[in-house]
């Protein structure tokens, strides 16, 4: 059973930051890459960022140069600094992480239940 359970989301001004984290708890062989997805009202889901291990990472344009990802192994955890938030930044943010469990030994992909986050003045 794996877990994935996210903090930090809320309200903020326009201009403003906030930071996201997720941590991966369970019977985790191995983590293969963690990242944030966000889904606007009446939009699809789409990626915001992704770090896979060995230090790769991906960014949507949309957020290039105003977020950051990072991650820390030891604890299972990856974080999102958001800076210059907009209001088109408003959406619900999932974390994912695809990864091995003890278990099964297989890959697969697994989803946080998501936090709210809402830029508006």
């Known amino acids: 059973q794996v877990q994935l359970v996210e903090s930090g989301g809320g309200v903020v001004q326009p201009g403003g930051s906030l930071t996201l984290s997720c941590a991966a708890a369970?019977?985790?062989?191995?983590?293969?890459?963690m990242g944030w997805y966000r889904q606007a009202p009446g939009k699809q889901r789409e990626l915001v960022a992704t770090?896979?291990?060995?230090?790769?990472?991906n960014y949507a344009d949309a957020v290039k140069g105003r977020f950051t990802i990072s991650r820390d192994s030891a604890k299972n955890t990856v974080y999102l600094q958001m800076n210059r938030l907009k209001p088109e930044d408003t959406a619900v943010y999932y974390c994912?992480?695809?990864?091995?469990?003890?278990?099964?030994?297989?890959?697969?992909?697994?989803w946080g239940q998501g936090t709210q986050v809402t830029v508006s003045s």
């Open positions: 369970g019977s985790i062989f191995r983590i293969d890459a």
């Open positions: 994912n992480a695809r990864l091995f469990t003890v278990a099964t030994m297989s890959r697969g992909d697994y």
């Open positions: 770090i896979i291990s060995g230090g790769r990472y």
